[in-house]
């Protein structure tokens, strides 16, 4: 399979039902909504802590979090596509909540408890956490998995600025 072909979407085939369009949709939004869940309970106030120089602007978490939660909500949708009476499909699915759980515990760790070691104690298994889904979704649909590169980029920076956010404070 060429790489034209591994990322074209099924919404380019003349085969695309629009319907399919809501379920993508709801995807979409399900992983948004429950992804920032925990930063409208939780909140995130940065106040109290020493930001390193590289610290990013307040603007980049929401647009980042939100690019995320749109590409994996898509990554979900492909691979429910393939069916989830499939066992590598209800694999990938049961190593997405795994990842989604400690992606949810981060922020009433590192904000909630107002501690970055609580942080970094959730985060690097998050790490680990994501690149075993993505294999998982790999296995079943590249395309889906290719919809983790963001993710995997963001969380590895992330894991950066939380150890250097522990050592400042």
């Known amino acids: 399979m060429t790489l034209t072909e591994t990322l074209r979407f ?3 085939d003349r085969s695309f039902d629009p319907r399919e369009l809501l379920v ?3 995807f979409v939004l399900g992983v948004n909504l429950i992804g920032s869940s925990p930063a409208l309970a939780v909140g995130s106030d940065t106040g109290w802590i020493d930001r390193p120089a590289f610290y990013p602007p307040e603007i980049a978490f929401p647009v980042a979090w939100t690019l995320i939660f749109t590409c994996l909500g898509l990554a979900c949708y492909l691979l429910y596509r ?3 009476d499939r066992r590598d499909v209800r694999v990938a699915f049961g190593t997405f909540a795994v990842q989604m759980v400690l ?3 981060w922020t009433p760790a590192f904000f909630g408890l107002q501690s ?3 942080g970094l104690a959730v985060i690097v298994p998050l790490w680990a956490a994501i690149l075993v889904t993505a294999y998982a979704f790999a296995r079943v649909d590249r395309r ?3 919809l983790f590169l963001p993710y995997i980029g963001w969380v ?13 404070n």
């Open 116 to 118: 970055p070691a609580a």
């Open 24 to 26: 993508a949709l709801g």
């Open 82 to 84: 393939r069916g989830l």
């Open 144 to 146: 889906a998995a290719v």
């Open 156 to 168: 590895s920076f992330a894991v950066v600025l939380n150890y250097v956010i522990w050592t400042m």
């Open 10 to 12: 099924d919404a380019l």
């Open 103 to 105: 992606n949810l515990a």
